[in-house]
C-alpha cells in the first residue's frame, strides 16, 4: 500500500511559478507510473503529467514547455514545477500512482489534492 501526500501549491501571480511535491509513504521504487492531474471549477478531470520508472516522460499539450515532472524513487518523491503559470491553470492538483503497466495511464493511488490558483 501506498499513501502519497502532497505539499506546496497556493497562491502565484500569472507568469509565476510553483513547484508541487508528493511524498510516498512506501516505497515508490517499484511503482510503474506516476503522475498529476487536475480538476479547475467547471472541467473535467485532466491528465497532465505522467512518469514512468524508467523516467518517460508526458504531458498534455496545454503544459508542454511549461511544466516539468520528475521523480526520485531513492528519496520517495515525485515533484512538479510549474513555470509561466497561466490563469488557465487554475485547479486542485492531485498527485497519482499507477502500480502496474498499461497501455492507459490508470491510477491506483490517490493524493489529497492541493488548490493552485494562478492570478491575472
Known amino acids: 500500500q501506498v499513501q502519497l501526500v502532497e505539499s506546496g501549491g497556493g497562491l502565484v501571480q500569472s507568469g509565476g511559478s510553483l513547484r508541487r511535491s508528493c511524498a510516498g509513504s512506501?516505497?515508490?521504487?517499484?511503482?510503474?507510473?506516476m503522475g498529476w492531474y487536475r480538476r479547475a471549477p467547471g472541467k473535467h478531470r485532466e491528465l497532465v503529467t505522467t512518469i514512468t520508472e524508467s523516467g518517460s516522460t508526458t504531458y498534455a499539450d496545454a503544459v508542454k514547455g511549461r511544466f516539468t515532472i520528475s521523480r526520485d524513487n531513492a528519496e520517495n518523491t515525485l515533484t512538479l514545477q510549474m513555470n509561466s503559470l497561466k490563469p488557465e491553470d487554475t485547479a486542485v492538483y492531485y498527485c497519482?500512482?499507477?502500480?502496474?503497466?498499461?497501455?492507459?495511464?490508470?491510477?491506483?493511488?490517490w493524493g489529497q489534492g492541493t488548490q493552485v490558483t494562478v492570478s491575472s
Open positions: 512506501g516505497s515508490i521504487r517499484y511503482i510503474y507510473a
Open positions: 497519482t500512482a499507477d502500480r502496474y503497466y498499461s497501455t492507459t495511464y490508470s491510477p491506483d493511488y
